[in-house]
């Protein structure tokens, strides 16, 4: 096909660059295609045998497309088309098929040089830059693929209504004079760079382009982006030279090289999504979701009913990703989602069924807290409030920023609460989890309008739901029979003549028949599979997590928010010491925690005092000449008021705090909250509330009252019994990540305190019975009693075989007994850090 025809020196020629490869053409003709004749030999599979020519026309160089699947440019298809000045960038087959890049060049004065054999690959100018990949892995990637059959006729059309914050189709954000100047580039958010891009998830400094040069590639460099910099699917560290076509994901927004601009890519077949032949399967062989196939366009509402388990939530863990189905995959932006999530994580929101916000809080603390950890973390105060009054507006919430979310606000205006949360990040990919349970039908109808409303700005939207009322508002309705098959995918008005049934609770009825799939149409295949699809991913990457130092920052303020606003936790926190320290003041006696002031001479009958006692027997050294009786009973009973009280303060104030905020946990763990942060921020407020009512009790037990005896005595029982609080907040929050449910917290609660009661020593003798000796050693109370028992002389006047060694007097058996509570406090702590991290994704 190559043509043997030249013209003089001095006119312009053509060159071309494809995969790796340039050449510059003399001839007036040159053919380009898969078939080994042509001039230019590609590789891209929907590209023709013949697909495009490029000729010279009265001195002209013109693109004249000859294939089945088109020739692209900008996303726009061309029939013909004049070569310009400027590069071109052909896409072959689509606008995501193989690039190649046409420019026009000068002829030298002299005689043309020879044009070399047909398919001689000169060796591409790739010179690695500091930090680059060793390996061009961006030339062996094919292009993104649809599921067959999948591409609807106007996939490749660019999409006119576009997601908040993306760019149109074609928008190019380097201009080709700063290309020209040779300069490097600057991208990010803030306003100093040289391409700014108003993108929640763009880092203030994103990355650099370095435009290169004649001959050279450009190079893209990530600059310690939080959410990522990707070139063609794998996340950029350091830098990689960017190969003509080559795609570039920053935030949000999604650009092509042409080897001159970066231009933003936003099509229809970009925007719509597509589920081929999900399948999960769970252990025993049973089935949760079979071969599910369809496409959701942008803008589009799609509701999901069908009864109790049929596979709804187990579809919407499919299409995010969260949980992938065992075969078959999501496509999202040309791109398997599951082998892509750590680039496209972040373009998907999911509202869970229960609300995904502390209803202590007010609307505008609830938004300001999830901005601070969901967005890049050099966004300052200012762009997080203006970003939190954005998405308010939004969802008509301005007027409702200061209201409190449990008890001011309607069940629909928590679940536009619950919906701003996931739109700080703008993602074009909405998901919500039955948004309207429990709510009436007006409601019902608002919150629906709402998400009518988002979908038409651009995005995709899905709700499952049970509620019927509503589903005129929807572009599509998926019926999911039990055993999780579509049994209707289309529009509202067609679902009930599809069934033959006059309404939906017959439908419903219908759905659990054993014979369904005799009395219903078949259902197509939107987008049928062919051949055998490997196994998904059994689990997604960790996402990235903000600073530790930041995270545990905003968690720490968060959580002494909520205490603060919770007037019954508050009020628990205050009341609770005050009225236990005031328990132990009805204890019958004098003698406080003193055991020196209850001691008993021989031939008396009351307490008389060490003083006294010692005094009558004529200056014999004390305790040598007489037997000492010590009235235990009166520091005992004290002491064991205050070890429940410290048990139960500090268990009572967190075994709810965990399950209670499941929810919300496993949303934040989802867009990148460390579990460890999160729970670390739990015992540092929770555990020092504890340990200041600990504090507390122990002062109003023993204000007005002789204190332990030796120095020191009452601050040593003070520091004791907060510390026992503090651990047992830690127990608590162990114990509240491993339960199902709040209905399973009390009797959990009654049972500890219980356990630590009888296993501290304190009512009766622990010391030197086999097995329960060694059992203790596991309770907290138990070392909490050896220290405060120490610091009371309590084993003092006992004989020798009733010791408990433990509780000894003195300094050393009072530091092991606090340090064995620091052992079970830190074992308390690994356990809850394991079983947190364990909620985060357990069902």
């Not at 013109?62 to 298809?77: A, E, I, L, M």
């Not at 030197?768 to 028992?789: C, D, F, K, M, N």
């Not at 003092?796 to 009733?802: F, V």
Request: with cysteine; proline share 8%; net charge neutral.
């Amino acid at each position: 096909m190559t043509s043997a025809s030249h013209r003089p020196g001095g006119q312009q020629r053509l060159q071309v660059e494809w995969g790796g490869t340039t050449r510059t053409f003399d001839a007036d003709r040159v053919v380009i295609g898969r078939e080994a004749d042509c001039d230019v030999v590609v590789s891209e599979p929907s590209a023709s045998r013949h697909h495009v020519v490029l000729q010279r026309e009265s001195g002209s160089w013109v693109v004249v497309d000859t294939s089945s699947n088109g020739t692209f440019v900008r996303g726009q298809r061309i029939n013909r088309l004049a070569v310009p000045m400027n590069p071109l960038s052909l896409h072959l087959g689509g606008p995501a098929g193989e690039a190649v890049l046409v420019r026009l060049v000068d002829a030298p004065a002299s005689a043309s040089r020879p044009v070399p054999p047909p398919h001689q690959a000169a060796p591409p100018p790739y010179q690695p830059s500091p930090g680059a990949p060793d390996e061009q892995w961006w030339r062996n990637l094919p292009p993104p693929q649809l599921p067959a059959g999948a591409a609807p006729v106007d996939a490749w059309r660019p999409q006119e209504n576009v997601p908040p914050g993306q760019l149109a189709h074609g928008h190019s954000i380097v201009l080709p004079q700063q290309v020209a100047a040779g300069r490097p580039l600057s991208i990010g958010r803030e306003q100093g760079n040289d391409v700014v891009l108003d993108d929640a998830l763009v880092s203030r400094r994103h990355a650099r382009l370095d435009p290169g040069g004649p001959g050279r590639l450009a190079v893209l460099h990530d600059l310690g982006s939080f959410n990522g910099t990707f070139v063609n699917g794998h996340r950029v560290q350091g830098a990689v030279q960017l190969a003509v076509g080559a795609e570039v994901i920053i935030g949000n927004q999604t650009f092509r090289w042409d080897g001159s601009q970066l231009i933003a890519s936003a099509t229809t077949h970009e925007f719509t999504l597509y589920a081929d032949g999900l399948t999960t399967v769970v252990a025993g062989g049973k089935q949760l979701l079979q071969s599910v196939s369809f496409q959701l366009k942008p803008s589009s509402l799609t509701a999901v009913i069908g009864p109790s388990g049929a596979g709804k939530s187990t579809l919407l863990g499919a299409l995010t990703g969260l949980r992938p189905a065992t075969h078959g995959r999501v496509i999202w932006q040309g791109h398997d989602l599951y082998a892509n999530y750590d680039q496209l994580r972040f373009q998907i929101g999911l509202v869970p069924q229960q609300d995904i916000q502390h209803p202590q809080l007010k609307v505008r603390q609830a938004l300001r807290y999830a901005a601070q950890l969901r967005l890049p973390p050099d966004t300052t105060r200012q762009e997080q409030d203006a970003r939190v009054l954005q998405v308010a507006d939004q969802l008509q919430l301005t007027s409702r920023l200061d209201n409190r979310i449990g008890t001011e606000l309607s069940g629909g205006q928590k679940k536009r609460v619950s919906i701003a949360t996931e739109l700080l990040t703008a993602p074009p990919l909405l998901f919500l989890d039955e948004p309207t349970s429990g709510l009436d039908p007006g409601l019902d109808l608002e919150v629906m309008k709402q998400l009518r409303s988002l979908a038409d700005g651009g995005r995709v939207v899905m709700v499952v739901t049970h509620s019927v009322l509503a589903l005129d508002v929807c572009d599509n309705v998926m019926v999911l029979a039990p055993g999780g098959r579509v049994a209707y995918f289309g529009p509202p008005s067609g679902v009930l003549a599809h069934f033959r049934r006059p309404s939906y609770p017959e439908v419903f009825d219908l759905l659990d028949d054993p014979n369904l799939w005799q009395q219903i149409p078949a259902q197509p295949q939107l987008a049928p599979t062919t051949g055998a699809l490997p196994a998904a991913a059994a689990g997604v990457p960790s996402p990235p997590r903000q600073s530790p130092g930041r995270q545990l920052s905003t968690m720490v303020r968060r959580n002494a928010a909520v205490v603060v606003s919770d007037r019954l936790l508050l009020g628990m926190l205050l009341l609770l010491p005050l009225v236990l320290g005031g328990l132990s003041r009805l204890v019958p006696g004098t003698y406080g925690f003193s055991l020196d002031e209850s001691l008993t001479c021989p031939g008396k009958t009351e307490s008389i005092g060490r003083g006294k006692c010692k005094a009558m027997q004529d200056g014999e050294p004390f305790g040598d000449a007489i037997r000492m009786v010590f009235d235990q009973g009166e520091a005992r009973q004290r002491l064991i008021v205050l070890l429940v009280a410290a048990c139960l303060m500090g268990t009572a104030i967190a075994i709810r705090e965990l399950v209670g905020e499941r929810p919300i946990f496993r949303r934040e763990y989802a867009v990148g909250l460390s579990p460890g942060i999160y729970f670390l921020s739990k015992v540092l407020v929770l555990g020092s509330a504890a340990f200041v009512q600990g504090l507390l009790v122990t002062v109003i037990a023993t204000v007005g009252l002789p204190g332990p005896d030796g120095e020191l005595g009452t601050i040593r029982l003070a520091l004791a019994i907060a510390f026992l609080a503090f651990t047992m907040a830690v127990v608590g929050l162990a114990l509240s990540a491993l339960v199902r449910s709040n209905e399973q917290t009390m009797p959990t609660l009654v049972g500890v305190i219980m356990i630590q009661l009888v296993l501290s020593g304190s009512l009766f003798g622990i010391a030197g019975r086999p097995v329960l000796e060694q059992i203790a050693w596991l309770s907290p109370s138990r070392w909490a009693y050896a220290a405060t028992a120490s610091t009371m002389g309590l084993v003092r006047g006992q004989a020798p075989e009733d010791e408990d060694w433990i509780a000894l007097a003195g300094a050393g058996h009072y530091l092991m007994g606090l340090g064995m509570l620091g052992v079970l406090c830190a074992v308390a702590f690994g356990l809850g850090l394991w079983l947190t991290s364990r909620s985060a994704t357990e069902d």
